[in-house]
T-cell receptor
Framework: DSGVTQTPKHLITATGQRVTLRCSPR?????VYWYQQSLDQGLQFLIQ???????AKGNILERFSAQQFPDLHSELNLSSLELGDSALYFC???????????FGSGTRLTVV | QKEVEQDPGPLSVPEGAIVSLNCTYS??????FMWYRQYSRKGPELLMY????GNKEDGRFTAQVDKSSKYISLFIRDSQPSDSATYLC??????????????FGKGTKLSVIP
């Protein structure tokens, strides 16, 4: 167990729907990162939060949004889902991020 | 061209062999280099971290960075079946404002045959 908890582990939903993925970082870690992993694109950075504030944004679609709450857990919201959004979504956390970070086990999203 | 390129393999070796995994990168600003290991249906796990050029050793694993050629390597000595996984290289530059996003290669799938 890495200490980063992601729920749910699996999610199957229909096109056009909206889902929320949840991440609880390791105790004491202030930074949370979201990544998307697909077979053709590999791991792609979506967004980073640090202590509740957005720090960096990557290739995140406008249909996707995220936030980090005062208790440091984070949620990734995906709306108007398309078949191409099917992927593994990983959350990672770190105290600073300087020397890499710890990933959770991911949420496997299937859009049908 | 992706910023970090990695041969996807698959790579199959006999137990006990020395494994060499490699990546190239194109962004001259990259200063930090990492290797992650990912088992099937699991999240990536940080194996090695190096800053700038040079070697770093940890047990059976050695990470090597050559910034002049923009080449990143991971060597695994005395490979074991438990090393069978996908290995991902990752890089980032010096980040301002506390942003530490990593750019990953697509990963090399390694199988160590008993």
């Amino acid at each position: 167990d890495s200490g980063v908890t992601q729920t749910p582990k699996h999610l199957i939903t229909a096109t056009g729907q909206r889902v929320t993925l949840r991440c609880s970082p390791r105790s004491g870690d202030l930074s949370v990162y979201w990544y998307q992993q697909s077979l053709d694109q590999g791991l792609q950075f979506l967004i980073q939060y640090y202590n509740g504030e957005e720090r960096a944004k990557g290739n995140i679609l406008e249909r996707f949004s995220a936030q980090q709450f005062p208790d440091l857990h984070s949620e990734l919201n995906l709306s108007s889902l398309e078949l191409g959004d099917s992927a593994l979504y990983f959350c990672a956390s770190s105290p600073t991020g300087v020397e890499g970070y710890t990933f959770g086990s991911g949420t496997r999203l299937t859009v049908v | 061209q992706k910023e970090v390129e990695q041969d996807p393999g698959p790579l199959s070796v006999p137990e006990g062999a020395i494994v060499s995994l490699n990546c190239t990168y194109s962004n001259s600003a990259f200063q930090y280099f990492m290797w992650y290991r990912q088992y099937s249906r699991k999240g990536p796990e940080l194996l090695m971290y190096t800053y700038s050029s040079g070697n770093k050793e940890d047990g059976r694993f050695t990470a090597q960075v050559d910034k002049s050629s923009k080449y990143i390597s991971l060597f695994i000595r005395d490979s074991q079946p438990s090393d069978s996984a996908t290995y991902l290289c990752a890089s980032r530059g010096d980040s301002g404002a506390g942003s530490y996003q990593l750019t990953f290669g697509k990963g090399t799938k390694l199988s160590v045959i008993p």
